[in-house]
């Protein structure tokens, strides 16, 4: 196994620093279901301590309960000590705890100065008194960013420190990064890095939650690793291995197996995307073979795949351009799209418009649309579909998750599509109706549609791919073929085996 | 796709009912008191008379359904009739024949629309910004064609266009009632409205299901423009003249039908029979007022608390039964 970047332990003891954070016995329910079954983290003054786990392992969750996004069901938080319980995220910044979320949230049209202290200016403060201020701050943390300028003409990287830097305004006690490196290239990775090696020296307890095992190991100096909603592991980084901390993740014995059998003939479809400023992707289908794609946040799988269908970027499928969604649905490529409260459902509409609404010109006649033929395709697939409660006139925005992905599935497959793409099929989509959606997908498989599935929840690419795409750093770095473990993707896919 | 959210809730049938039907409450309350208050005002005479002078409103109320639907505005449906309104009297003193002029004055609305519809689509530019510079450019260009006379002397066909009674329904009447219809069988039954609520609903969404989202947005425009030239020809029949003034501020009574009448300023969600509605109790209101010699003054004030409050009635029932 080969570490993407050198292994250098913290040379730092940080054992003798007392625990500032202690969470206990954390429980949170949404409605009926429980994410998180009694979790424990203890982190250190002047630790970075690693939260790793799968998606949906609860450290999202975890965090945005300690960050005071929501409240938990029932446990304890202490902080120094003493036991808390923040009501909002200003509340737990006044009590020094600070999360950067994944999206920099900075107001882009003000200057760094106004944003550093925006929420805590004092009225009365001059442009200069600001200004000064933000300097002498930004100076104790080693950082020079422009001054006087609206944030939105910096780089991401600056931006990056710029929210950092403002996070340590009020001094901290606790703060928490959430896959900070995803939109940075590598010297701001490195630069960042630093950063967080100084906030450490200040004796602040950072968190750091990625995907990359290789950071994991050149900044952190313990790691927990979350399964499920429950803990499985802490540890000390310089007492593990990558390999170990993989199986931690995914669990030692993880068979997944396919329900899509590989296929073999001649691809029928040859596939040429453009992603506007990264690598274009060449690919290959096969009638009836599903292709996963597998990647984190900024590994460049998003953009490739919304390239496909002419969304920043551009595609060639077979030779003919498709440059919009219009001309994809035109050629019979139809995709299911992530967001499907936005992009996907009609939330307004009925259960018949949506599913209707990719194939009017079909029931139509000179326009109008012929409420006959409409009726029987929409029954159609509310059938196949199993879409509950199965009433065409019921409005699609009061309907579950997993009905109102079922219905936009219903909408892609009502216009006969000659290749299928899905985007995240089954995000936000309860078991039961998950596991339905899965056998809708090997299903149409086996009756020799080609598919592209991309996920980032890579045991759902295992149980339907005959072929995986691992997305990296912007490019495709590895192709694995079924059968394969959720272990070796996982390896791939957070850089821990290259090859 | 209105009237959907009736079919999943789970308050009492009143609720519901009301919540479905308390727009026709709120018109019915209306007519009760004016005939309390007037006792000429519940008269055959004096309900065409309402139908006709609403008439006009109901016009671009109807094209300002379709752009509201969709997710934007029109402000310059009054300049759009303005000018529509000048080009088909110098049209008619030209001596094109009567239905020339109707077709011609037509396209010319439908034209002028979908510029904005471009502007918006292609040009990605707000539809509130876009309507408001075509509202000034419009009724400037209004004025330097007609140098700010008045332009009278119309054909005797023009003349009767807006003035006759078949049947004993007065024109405009008719011609509203088409428009209604048409209107909503557009919205109602063609793709064409499918698109437009979809895309009024979520534009993202429109994509993704693969619509022509630009030219529904060109179109939507377009239409509004047509309906903005057929109350040119209307307006200006009756009035024997096209005035550089005409339709100043209709904008605004249209946007009131269609808001009183129950379609969502965000888009998405409403419909042409509210639209209708809205303008009748618009209609009336003005219509009573007049009857019971209420200070004009007073009466701006009474028009904007009366569309508060039925929009708050809405509101109300509404968020009851959610």
């Not at chain 1, 786990?53 to 003493?82: C, D, F, H």
């Not at chain 1, 290789?214 to 927990?224: K, L, N, Q, S, Y």
Request: zero cysteines; hydrophobic letters at 45%.
């Amino acid at each position: 196994m080969t570490a993407l970047y050198e292994v250098s332990p913290p040379t730092q003891p940080t054992s003798s620093h007392p625990p500032v954070l202690h969470m206990t016995d954390i429980v949170k329910r949404f409605g009926p279901v429980e994410v998180l079954h009694g979790v424990h983290l203890e982190v250190r003054a002047g630790e970075v301590h690693a939260l790793l786990g799968e998606n949906g392992a609860g450290k999202s969750t975890l965090m945005k309960i300690l960050a005071g996004v929501q409240p938990a069901t029932s446990g304890e938080l202490r902080l120094g000590g003493e036991a808390v319980r923040f009501r909002s995220v200003a509340d737990a910044a006044r009590h020094g705890v600070r999360m950067l979320f994944q999206e920099l949230s900075l107001a882009p049209d003000l200057s760094a100065e106004e944003n550093l202290y925006l929420g805590d200016m004092s009225p009365l403060i001059s442009d200069r008194e600001l200004r000064d201020q933000a300097a002498a701050h930004l100076h104790s943390l080693g950082l020079d960013l422009p001054l006087g300028v609206p944030v939105r003409t910096l780089s991401v990287g600056e931006r990056q420190m710029l929210a950092i830097a403002r996070a340590l305004v009020g001094e901290p006690r606790v703060l928490v990064f959430d896959e900070p490196t995803a939109p940075l290239t590598a010297p701001e990775i490195e630069k960042l890095f630093e950063f967080i090696a100084q906030i450490r020296g200040r004796g602040v307890a950072v968190v750091y939650i990625s995907h990359h095992l290789g950071e994991v190991f050149r900044i952190a100096d313990r790691v927990t690793v979350l399964r499920d909603g429950r803990n499985i592991a802490t540890s000390d980084v310089a007492s593990t291995t990558q390999q170990q901390i993989i199986e931690w993740m995914v669990g030692r014995h993880v068979e997944v197996q396919s329900r899509v059998q590989p296929v073999s003939g001649d691809p029928v479809w040859q596939i040429e995307a453009r992603p506007t400023g990264a690598s274009p992707l060449h690919l290959e289908l096969r009638a009836g073979e599903v292709i996963g794609l597998v990647g984190i946040v900024g590994s460049g799988r998003g953009a490739a795949l919304r390239s496909l269908v002419g969304i920043g970027g551009e595609s060639l499928w077979n030779g003919q351009p498709v440059l919009s969604l219009e001309d994809a649905l035109r050629r019979g490529i139809g995709i299911l799209p992530e967001d499907r409260k936005a992009e996907g459902a009609v939330l307004d509409g009925t259960i018949r418009e949506n599913i209707a609404l990719s194939s009017l010109p079909a029931v139509s006649r000179a326009g109008v649309v012929q409420s006959g033929p409409e009726r029987q395709l929409v029954q159609q697939w509310i059938e196949q579909l199993h879409i509950r409660p199965a009433q065409p006139e019921y409005l699609t925005g009061a309907l579950s998750g997993g009905n109102q992905q079922k219905v936009v599935l219903g909408r892609v497959l009502a216009a006969q599509p000659k290749v299928l793409i899905l985007e995240e099929p089954t995000r936000g989509v309860d078991i039961g109706a998950r596991e339905e959606i899965y056998e809708v997908i090997a299903g149409l498989a086996a009756a020799g549609l080609p598919i592209i599935l991309s996920s980032g929840d890579a045991q759902e690419v295992l149980g339907l791919a005959t072929r995986i795409l691992v997305f990296r750093g912007g490019e495709v770095v590895s192709e694995l073929h079924a059968p394969v473990t959720l272990e070796e993707v996982i390896a791939h896919v957070t850089g821990a085996r290259t090859h | 796709m209105s009237q959907a959210h009736a079919r999943t809730d789970r308050s009492p049938a009143w609720r519901q009912l009301l919540s479905r039907y308390g727009l026709w409450l709120v018109f019915a309350a209306l007519l009760a008191i004016a005939s309390l208050l007037s006792d000429r005002f519940l008269t055959v005479p004096n309900f065409l008379n309402i139908a006709r002078q609403t008439s006009v409103n109901a016009l671009l109320a109807f094209g300002m359904t379709a752009v509201i639907l969709k997710g934007g505005i029109d402000l310059s449906v009054g300049s759009i009739l303005a000018v529509v309104g000048v080009i088909a009297v110098f049209l008619d003193q030209a001596g094109v024949p009567f239905v020339g002029t109707v077709l011609l004055s037509l396209a010319a609305g439908g034209l002028i629309g979908s510029l904005n519809g471009v502007m918006v689509a292609y040009g990605k530019i707000a539809p509130f910004i876009v309507t408001l510079a075509a509202l000034t450019i419009w009724r400037g260009v209004t004025l330097v064609l007609t140098d700010g006379s008045p332009l009278s002397k119309l054909s005797p066909a023009f003349q009767a266009f807006g003035n006759v009674s078949p049947l004993g329904v007065p024109s405009p009447v008719w011609l509203a009632l088409s428009a209604l219809l048409a209107t909503w069988f557009l919205l109602r039954r063609t793709g064409w409205g499918r698109g437009i609520y979809a895309l009024g609903s979520s534009e993202d969404a429109a994509r993704f299901a693969g619509l022509p989202v630009d030219r529904l947005k060109v179109s939507v425009y377009a239409f509004s423009g047509l309906m903005s030239a057929l109350a040119a020809l209307l307006l200006t029949s009756r009035l024997n003249s096209a005035q550089p003034t005409a339709g100043s501020g209709f904008e605004l009574d249209a946007i009131a039908a269609v808001v009183v009448g129950g379609t969502s300023l965000a888009g998405g969600r409403g419909g042409v029979i509210g639209t209708l509605l809205g303008a009748l109790i618009i209609g009336v209101l003005n219509n009573a007022m007049n009857l019971l010699d209420v200070n004009a003054f007073y009466q701006q004030i009474v028009k904007g608390l009366v569309i508060v409050g039925a929009l708050l009635f809405e509101r109300f029932l509404s968020s009851r039964s959610a």
